[in-house]
């Protein structure tokens, strides 16, 4: 008999809440008091994009520019609103890169996934990919980490090196959404078509703003040949 390795861990090392740094996290690592800060996304939203109605909208709909607009994609959904200590956690996972982050999110974000997309039988879980120099001066890319937790959560194969990025572009933040649209095109490419054609693909990334970045990359994915792109982020500007 004796304490078990874990309650010996968990005494001299306590989990903290990756988020507020409190003791007292659960097992995903964050505690009961952040997750019940995070603005979670639900009804009503628009059903293609996944941009929040306030809750005088009694269904799900489609929202203006869904309607309007051209999309490559065919659902997009985000864990929760990009504001408040969501926010501020996912600066510090991007930009700072806090490992301790990386489970708890990814953790986060696979329990959410069967909620949003009812057949969640993709063939792969494709990254929105950085340029190899941002990569170079980051040294990780966001996206990819997620993309590995939820393909092993899932055991969605993982392609990470398919989708590219073939040219520099300036940080969409501060740009205006037509700015931002003019700043992604033409900024990615699939290397081999065979390995997606006829395919359903998951695209991930953290933070989805104006859906720009995704939106174009799901056009080329489409275009080469993708049966059909759903795109999961963990948060989403209103
Ligand atoms: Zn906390
Ligand atoms: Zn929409």
């Not at 809440?17 to 964050?30: F, K, T």
């Not at 809750?55 to 490559?72: I, N, Q, S, W």
């Amino acid at each position: 008999m004796g304490l078990g390795i874990n309650a010996v861990i968990d005494f001299m090392y306590p989990p903290r809440c990756a988020l507020c740094g409190r003791y007292g996290g659960d097992e995903e690592g964050i505690c009961p008091d952040c997750l019940s800060q995070i603005h979670y996304i639900g009804s009503p939203l628009c059903i293609r994009c996944g941009k929040p109605f306030s809750h005088e909208c009694a269904t799900d709909h489609l929202c203006g520019e869904c309607l309007t607009g051209k999309r490559y994609f065919t659902t997009a959904r985000a864990v929760g609103l990009y504001n408040g200590l969501f926010r501020k956690t996912l600066h510090r996972f991007k930009y700072q890169w806090k490992h301790c982050l990386a489970t708890p999110l990814g953790a986060l974000m696979a329990t959410r996934m069967e909620s949003f997309f009812s057949d969640a039988a993709y063939a792969c879980v494709v990254p929105v990919p950085l340029h190899p120099r941002r990569l170079r001066k980051r040294g990780f890319n966001q996206a990819l980490v997620l993309a590995r937790m939820l393909s092993r959560t899932y055991h969605i194969p993982l392609d990470k090196n398919n989708l590219v990025r073939t040219r520099w572009t300036q940080s969409q933040v501060g740009l205006s959404e037509r700015e931002r649209k003019a700043n992604v095109r033409g900024a990615f490419a699939v290397l081999q078509s065979a390995r997606i054609a006829e395919r359903t693909i998951l695209l991930l990334d953290d933070i989805y703003t104006s859906g720009s970045t995704v939106e174009e990359c799901s056009k080329v994915l489409i275009n080469a040949g993708a049966r059909k792109v759903d795109v999961l982020t963990l948060a989403r500007a209103a």
